[in-house]
């Protein structure tokens, strides 16, 4: 971590949008639907670079990927850790077996909002990642996808630092 004795580093939370047309191959690989591989590794990359890019444009010293491969930060870990499965089910009255949407129960106007809110099919409750097994990373490439895209995207504009989540 770098440190400045002359003014405060900037950075942030780490996700931002994703591009409508990587939304398009996220949902397509969220939903098991055929998508092309090569289009999507293309205009990932893409993506990255144009954030980090935008990035370090507005002045931002510690930069990321803004998680451009992933779904969301809940759901993209079932893709590379075992013993993580999509829990498929579940109601208002009946929330998936995790204890953040047992809390549901307790706030049903907060579940009405949520139900408002959703407009894709990998925002659900019927795609609720639940542990289920021993955890173990089974699949590293996408992890090194994502780190040779930010390091393609920081040799361009050269940040201060750069993270991942």
């Known amino acids: 971590m770098k440190l400045s004795t002359d003014r405060i580093l900037t950075t942030h939370v ?11 191959f996220l949902e397509a ?6 998508f092309d591989q090569t289009a999507f590794a293309t205009r990932l990359a893409t993506a ?27 759901f993209y870990v079932r893709h590379r850790l075992s013993g993580i499965t999509a829990f498929h089910g579940g109601d208002t009255d009946n929330p998936p077996p995790t204890a953040a949407h047992r809390d549901l129960l307790d ?8 139900n408002q809110a959703r407009v894709t099919s990998w925002f659900t409750r ?11 990373y089974q699949d590293s490439q996408p992890l090194l996808t994502d ?3 930010l390091a393609a995207a920081c040799r361009a504009v050269n940040p201060v630092e750069a993270f991942m989540n």
């Open 147 to 149: 780190l040779d895209n």
């Open 14 to 24: 780490g996700s931002l949008p994703r591009p409508p047309d990587l939304l398009g």
């Open 126 to 136: 019927e795609a609720v990642p639940c542990c289920t097994g021993p955890v173990i």
């Open 48 to 74: 990255v670079r144009e954030v980090v890019a935008k990035q370090a444009a507005a002045d931002i010293d510690s930069v990321c990927d803004g998680e451009m491969s992933k779904i969301s930060y809940t």
């Open 107 to 114: 706030h049903p106007d907060y579940m009405q909002r949520l």
């Open 29 to 34: 690989r969220e939903n098991g639907r055929d």
